[in-house]
């Protein structure tokens, strides 16, 4: 690019002004190409690097947003041919391009370059992923996925498949993300626009978790607006809700323990807050709670107003919201450790059981938990890391986040089995017998029961209900944030100065969303969605991501971007990740999710043969987003079916990155785009 002065400007235009030459338009204005008067750009040139594009680097500018821009001679069409009318460009002309290995897509619209919002501090990012990774599952999946695949000597796989499966997966998003400077759609104009639909799949799933995740929270904020009480309620058999086989056994040690004895606590959580008896399973779910309603709205409008104005205001509600839940674990920490047994649940969370490891499904639920815990896929690490600044050490980040997550489950797990420990003691049974609850009902009946019968058990039922909250409310953020910046940079003249409106809009949708798991059968709901709205359909987004960045953008070519944006190219163990073993750890999950569908029972209610059509039409409708989308790109790209089809020239393109045999150069850029 020509050096200006301060004073002067560039104009620049879209490419798809140059596309219109095709239709007889003609391709200079007063000797600049322009889409219309009012859309001409203005580019201020300034000091700051910001990477080119692909396909840019030698002629490539350098500008603040992440944009690139190349001066060069641009053919009317786009194809290059010498019978081309060649629309050159003058000197103070440059042209917007979004090439990469895979194709180009031209800019549907012209773009006001403006500074990209940027984290106002890097604390605020590093909190925000923190917040966003270590959430409601660290404090109950680990500790209970743990102990059941042999303790200690799960602690193996688990460790193996962060290494080559999470962490690489958890590094390349964070570097896509910041490299690109995009949500989870218009990346991949950027990548490889014919996996624009993962974008699309993305924020349909991060809907269906908003749905039912905060549901979870409601509960919670049940629990603590009930835990200001001098005797918390769930600790007697007196109340309106308890049945005949009620059985509180810490107030009366003469009373025993039966099979079917059941404690004040589960009652409270089934019969009062849930309130499942009202329930006769998913064909007849009955009302809406209006307890849990008001608990929900309180939730979204806390949500909505951290988030409305962007990371400048979220960056700054998460040193509260993912600091606060390290205190209280601190604290549950020791006083679970002073507690009678506790030693007998730290025995059982990690005596090894080395012959587990020979089980495939240990090696399963290993992958499973990194990968959910640590959250690629969500398009989360894409929407954060995209306010990063260029320069950004997002592999120091990426270790640092994904450790302090892995860390986080291991001490959660001592704060649970201290306590369950505790439990056995008091109920003179195994610990494995008190540990049969797994997911919320950990959380909500076995822990709440043992906190109800320590001493200043009220202080510690609010720390606990508040810690869980804030867990919560972290991931909420950066889940719908990412839904919002992915909308945002997709459509930026709707929305771009409409944000409030579109947060508002989307929560509103979120809560009427979550309607049905606020019924009185809605716990049945809330399971449904958590073993089928995520689970295959993210992995096989992620799957496809890897897919798409290593074979089809060029591991190469990425690595090539991370040294112009890091400094240095990754080293061969995370190129062998990105480009084999990651995809391969994903493809092994996925076909163990599918070759075995869960066998879904909550409390007494077995889930009928229906409810797994359904939950495959919930998972299905998500992912159907991927395959639409290749169609419709590959229906609109001019050629014939045979040059869309060809399968030499998708080959040669995959293992020869940027080469194109002659004859096959200007079908490619017919069909995708141009690379002016």
């Not at 460009?89 to 042209?95: D, E, G, I, Q, Y």
């Not at 992995?539 to 400094?567: H, P, R």
Request: net charge negative.
């Amino acid at each position: 690019m020509e050096k200006s002065s301060s004073n002067e400007t560039q104009t620049l235009t879209s490419k798809k002004a140059l596309l219109d030459c095709t239709e007889g338009e003609d391709c200079k204005e007063n000797g600049l190409l322009v889409k219309n008067p009012k859309s001409a750009l203005k580019l201020v040139e300034d000091g700051n690097k910001v990477h080119p594009n692909q396909g840019d680097k030698g002629e490539a500018g350098q500008i603040s947003n992440g944009y690139s821009v190349v001066q060069s001679p641009v053919p009317c069409n786009g194809i290059g041919d010498g019978e081309d009318v060649q629309c050159t460009a003058p000197a103070a002309t440059t042209t917007t391009t979004t090439s990469t290995a895979c194709g180009v897509e031209a800019q549907p619209q012209l773009l006001e370059l403006e500074e990209r919002e940027t984290w106002s501090k890097k604390m605020d990012f590093l909190l925000s992923v923190i917040g966003y990774a270590v959430d409601l599952g660290n404090v109950w999946r680990f500790p209970y996925i743990c102990y059941q695949n042999g303790g200690g000597a799960f602690l193996i796989p688990y460790t193996i498949m962060a290494i080559f499966g999470g962490i690489p997966l958890f590094y390349m998003e964070l570097a896509l993300g910041q490299y690109h400077r995009n949500g989870c759609i218009s990346i991949w104009r950027k990548i490889c626009p014919i996996f624009k639909g993962i974008g699309f799949t993305i924020c349909i799933i991060a809907f269906y978790i908003a749905s039912y995740y905060n549901t979870i929270m409601a509960w919670a904020l049940y629990y603590l607006i009930s835990s200001f009480t001098a005797e918390l309620p769930w600790t007697s058999c007196k109340n309106a809700w308890n049945t005949g086989n009620c059985t509180n056994y810490f107030t009366n040690a003469s009373i025993t323990w039966t099979p079917h004895s059941i404690s004040p606590a589960e009652e409270f959580y089934t019969r009062h807050v849930l309130q499942v008896q009202r329930s006769k399973g998913l064909d007849d779910l009955g009302g809406i709670s209006w307890q849990l309603t008001l608990c929900l709205l309180l939730i979204f409008t806390i949500v909505y107003f951290s988030i409305w104005k962007g990371v400048k205001t979220s960056g700054k509600v998460v040193w509260v919201t993912a600091t606060f839940p390290y205190i209280i674990l601190f604290i549950l920490l020791i006083r679970g450790a002073t507690l009678p047994g506790a030693w007998r649940g730290v025995v059982f969370y990690l005596q090894p059981d080395w012959q587990k490891l020979l089980a495939t499904e240990v090696w399963v639920d290993a992958a499973a938990q990194i990968f959910f815990s640590l959250g690629p896929g969500f398009g989360v690490l894409l929407a954060f890391a995209s306010y990063n600044k260029f320069h950004n050490n997002c592999y120091q980040d990426a270790l640092v986040t994904s450790t302090v997550n892995c860390m986080t489950s291991f001490v959660s797990g001592f704060v649970i089995f201290t306590v369950l420990g505790y439990m056995a003691e008091m109920r003179n049974e195994e610990v494995s017998e008190v540990a049969k609850d797994t997911g919320p009902s950990l959380l909500f009946i076995t822990y709440a029961e043992a906190i109800a019968n320590m001493p200043a058990s009220t202080f510690f039922a609010i720390i606990f209900f508040l810690m869980l909250l804030t867990l919560g409310l972290d991931s909420t953020f950066a889940g719908l944030e990412g839904v919002v910046t992915a909308v945002l940079d997709e459509f930026p003249h709707v929305w771009g100065k409409r944000r409030e409106w579109f947060v508002l809009g989307l929560i509103i949708a979120c809560f009427l969303g979550s309607l049905t798991t606020l019924t009185f059968g809605g716990a049945y709901v809330v399971k449904l969605f958590e073993e089928y709205a995520t689970g295959p359909a993210v992995l096989t987004v992620v799957f496809l991501e890897s897919i798409a960045v290593a074979w089809f953008y060029g591991i190469n070519q990425f690595c090539s971007d991370m040294k112009e944006m890091l400094g240095f190219i990754p080293g061969w163990y995370w190129r062998l990740c990105w480009v084999a073993i990651s995809p391969v750890f994903l493809l092994f999950i996925i076909c163990s999710f599918m070759s075995s569908p869960p066998d879904i029972r909550l409390f007494d209610y077995n889930y009928p043969y229906w409810t797994t059509i359904v939950g495959y039409c919930i998972e299905t409708s998500s992912v159907i987003c991927i395959p639409i989308y290749m169609a419709y790109r590959l229906i609109i790209t001019p050629g014939t079916f045979k040059e869309v089809s060809d399968v030499f020239y998708l080959f040669k393109f995959i293992f020869d990155g940027m080469y194109f045999p002659p004859h096959y150069s200007a079908i490619y850029k017919k069909r995708w785009g141009n690379t002016a």
